[in-house]
């Protein structure tokens, strides 16, 4: 039974990470694009993704049609207007999304950004455009950082040059301490069902660090590559298909290398209750020392 328990939950985690999910609903975290802009001055500037598609999400290029314009109560139609009769010289389109930068120092696109894409700056003091190359989103939240300092947007060809900057060793560090917390979690329960002897815990730390290694870092993979949510979900399953897995080999182990008679269920009962306390103290890791600063 217990075989078949872990061939079905197995199975069911590979569709998952293997297969996007569709809602009918429109529903979950979206994929992201956050720029940074470091030693930006305060003159008036405002920013934008060009896209190479004319469509995404909820934003397209605008067609013409003046009764299709943005409300004007809501938009300076001026500085609207300056993008939209921007002509890119890659032939990237202006979705109709504009950024205050010069408040912000940011471009935050939250919603389905477009990628491949380009980072377009406007200053309508001096009516200036600043263009970057082409970048396309390489994680669920990508981020990327521009150092105005080494722009001379006077220069009759000023280019923005952005660099990633997602913190893969903030990442690395949140990986190492929910499983170090998880590992010393599952020991110290193991002392409250009396199986705080010398051989029953080296079987219980060499199977969590063995478990409990391969789970952080699919769902290392899987934050990176498909964001909170599904982080979650899949943090569920594993630990489901991980209590099967340690619960099987608790019995094993157990009855074999230990001369104490220690019942099933108890056997059982440890390693759910293990995995619940784990479960929990990983979440809480993820929460106070998250990927994303």
Known sequence: MKKQITIFLSCLLIIYLLFPITASADTGPKPSIIVNFKNMGDELCYGTL????????????????EENMPDAAYTDMDIWRAFVEYEDADGYYFLQKIFPCSED?????????????????????????????????????????????????????????????????????????????????????????GLGRRNLL?????VNVVTQILLNLTLNFTFHEKGSLSFAVSYILLECLVFVIESSLYLVLFSKFSNLVIPKWKIILYAFTANVVSFGGGMLIATLIPVIS
């Open 50 to 65: 060009l896209s190479k598609d004319k469509t995404t999400g909820a934003f397209s290029v605008w067609d013409g049609n």
């Open 202 to 206: 080296i079987w219980i730390f060499s």
């Open 105 to 193: 120092k940011v471009i935050e696109w939250g919603y389905l950004p477009p990628s491949p894409f380009k980072i377009l700056l406007y200053y309508p003091k001096s009516h200036t455009f600043v263009s970057s190359g082409i970048y396309e989103k390489y994680a669920f939240d990508s981020y990327f950082s521009v150092d105005m300092d080494k722009i001379d947007i006077t220069s009759d060809t000023p280019l923005l040059i952005a660099e990633q900057s997602y913190s893969y060793a903030r990442e690395l560090f949140s990986l190492f301490c929910r499983i170090v917390v998880t590992i010393l979690l599952e020991v110290g329960v193991a002392f409250l069902f």
